[in-house]
């Protein structure tokens, strides 16, 4: 009923430059919060960023300065600008929502922690 689709990951050189996007489609009312998180190889998950429905916004260390979350509500899209990439950004970059209320045979339903398939970004000389 919900799907979560990123795109804008790739191949970039250290010290570029990314945007990823995260579009939530389905018959959806609001989504709290909207976020990011990564896993590289052999790593645990991680958070990124997360960005509420009022544009309160959390950052992991290695992000602050560097990369910006944005969300536009009207198109229930989420954003990770991500600059001054290093090599060890490289990873595949999760969207994540939670608090989802969308409509599915005429009534409201909820979703929680509802995550998107991944998009890989790799930085590499």
């Known amino acids: 009923q919900v799907q979560l689709v990123e795109s804008g990951g790739g191949l970039v050189q250290p010290g570029g430059s990314l945007r990823l996007s995260c579009a939530a489609s389905?018959?959806?009312?609001?989504?709290?919060?909207m976020g990011w998180y990564r896993q590289a190889p052999g790593k645990q998950r991680e958070l990124v960023a997360t960005?509420?429905?009022?544009?309160?916004?959390n950052y992991a260390d290695f992000a602050k300065g560097r990369f910006t979350i944005s969300r536009d509500n009207a198109k229930n899209t989420g954003y990770l600008q991500m600059s001054s990439l290093k090599f060890e950004d490289t990873a595949v970059y999760y969207c994540?929502?939670?608090?989802?209320?969308?409509?599915?045979?005429?009534?409201?339903?909820?979703?929680?922690?509802?995550w998107g398939q991944g998009t890989q970004v790799t930085v590499s000389s």
């Open positions: 994540y929502a939670d608090r989802i209320v969308y409509w599915s045979g005429g009534y409201p339903r909820y979703e929680n922690d509802y």
């Open positions: 389905g018959r959806i009312s609001s989504i709290n919060t």
């Open positions: 960005i509420t429905s009022g544009s309160n916004t």
